[in-house]
């Protein structure tokens, strides 16, 4: 089997990276995306998404010909799918929407051929890989696939997850092991040899419904660890404790590893996936649903911690209504990256320009314009050094440039740092 042209349907924070790395082994990389914007940057040899070095390996990738992007995909020995796999909207629940998926499928159909490889990596329900085969059989009837033939089929199907942490991930796409579930034996082997051209990690073989499950397996676990750990901060503050300093001290226990707390749970992977098992599971899920709640209901405590500081300052006398400022430092989901998806900190800066419209400055280093729903209460971008004078001051993300911040309060201020980096004095 050779993989030399390969379609990589999807440009956000997986798919482009992903074929940017395929593009520097020398294949002949397709990247497709429906933002006009991106494939435009992109065919310019510039990235529209913020990732270390992620830039200059686009840059080189489209210098020498390997990577383009486009619209609309052509014909090609493997195709990549990194699409979203959100909830629906309007509808109760956490239910997956898979309409991104099956839109790809119905872009990349009309132009398989025999002996093609598809590769779902998007983050799935159990059951999405199988799904995805299915709508690519009804496109293409004159081809068959693994659900109806087994090996002997025409067009092979497998699941890949990604399992890489922003800011890390050109690194960790070569160097981590990858979970990969073919819908036959065959369809695995042929997807092993296609990540196999750069891959430095282990490629371990499964069927597709395991690999998916893996993937949700992976960020349920970390969900779970941090609600314990959001869950205590709430029960520390209501008993005045010190929260950083319990976790410090339970650490050094050798079989305890406690993380750390913060605003909530963002990304398009720990906040999204135990979700794909609870709608799967809904009545035996019980300890993965709790965990998911805990840490989406963090954002409110966090904005009811704010307006208790808020009605204080006011109700001492200390600064009106009228003169009262307040600054969130931070809203992406998680430190020195631009990725505001599902992002805690942008909830909660949202939520409390709603309560305090025209009293909310942001910093946020990684962007240049804030999200609508702040700009419609008013809420404006500032520096760090302004933001540092309001009244009410809540960190809520760790950027390593505030590591270690110091603030020395006036009389008429007030710290929330949901991080535990800021040094008061």
């Known amino acids: 089997m050779s993989f030399e042209n390969i379609v990589v349907v999807g440009l956000g924070y997986i798919g482009l990276p992903t074929a940017a790395v ?14 006009v914007k991106a494939v435009n940057l992109i065919n310019q040899g510039e990235v529209h998404i913020v990732e270390p070095d992620l830039d200059m390996l686009v840059h080189a990738a489209v210098s020498e010909g390997y990577l383009r992007a486009s619209t609309s995909p052509e014909p090609a020995d493997a195709f990549l799918i990194a699409v979203p796999t959100p909830f629906k909207k309007g509808v109760a629940g956490h239910e997956p929407d898979l309409s991104y998926i099956q839109a790809a499928c119905e872009s990349i159909a009309p132009v398989l051929e025999k002996g093609n490889l598809v590769v779902l990596e998007s983050t799935s329900p159990v059951g999405a890989t199988e799904q995805m085969a299915d709508w690519l059989a009804d496109a293409r009837p004159d081809l068959s696939f693994p659900q109806s033939v087994g090996s002997a089929s025409d067009i092979r199907i497998a699941h890949c997850p990604e399992r890489v942490l922003p800011g890390h ?15 036959t034996p065959d369809c695995s082997r042929a997807a092993v040899e296609l990540y196999g051209s750069f891959v430095e990690g282990e490629c371990i073989l499964t069927n597709a419904r395991t690999a998916e499950m893996c993937k949700l397996t992976e960020n349920s676990f970390r969900d779970v660890n941090i609600a314990f750990a959001n869950e205590l901060s709430i029960i520390c503050d209501k008993q005045g404790i010190d929260v950083w300093e319990l976790i410090s001290l339970a650490n050094r226990h050798p079989r305890v590893n406690i993380l750390q707390p913060g605003p909530g749970v963002g990304g398009h992977c720990i906040a999204v996936d135990p979700w794909f098992i609870v709608s799967g599971s809904p009545e035996e899920a019980r300890l993965i649903r709790t965990a998911r709640e805990v840490n989406d209901g963090k954002p409110e405590w966090v904005c009811g911690k704010v307006r208790g500081l808020a ?8 600064v009106s209504r009228d003169e009262l400022s307040i600054a969130c430092l931070g809203l992406s989901f998680k430190p020195d990256i631009d990725d505001l998806r599902e992002s805690p900190a942008l909830q909660i800066a949202q939520m409390i320009a709603e309560d305090f419209p025209g009293k909310v400055m942001v910093v946020e280093p990684h962007i240049n314009q804030l999200p609508g729903d702040l700009r419609r209460f008013d809420a404006r971008l500032a520096s760090l050094e302004i933001a540092l004078d309001a009244n009410i001051v809540i ?17 008429d201020q007030r710290l929330l740092d949901t991080r535990g980096v800021v040094d008061p004095r």
């Open 169 to 183: 991930i050109l690194r960790e796409l070569v160097h981590n092991d990858r979970v990969i579930g073919g819908m």
């Open 22 to 35: 395929f593009a520097s082994r020398k294949k002949r990389v397709l990247g497709v995306d429906i933002n």
């Open 395 to 411: 960190l809520l993300v760790d950027h390593k440039e505030w590591k270690q911040l110091k603030m020395s309060l006036n009389m």
């Open 311 to 318: 009605s204080e300052l006011i109700g001492s006398g200390q």
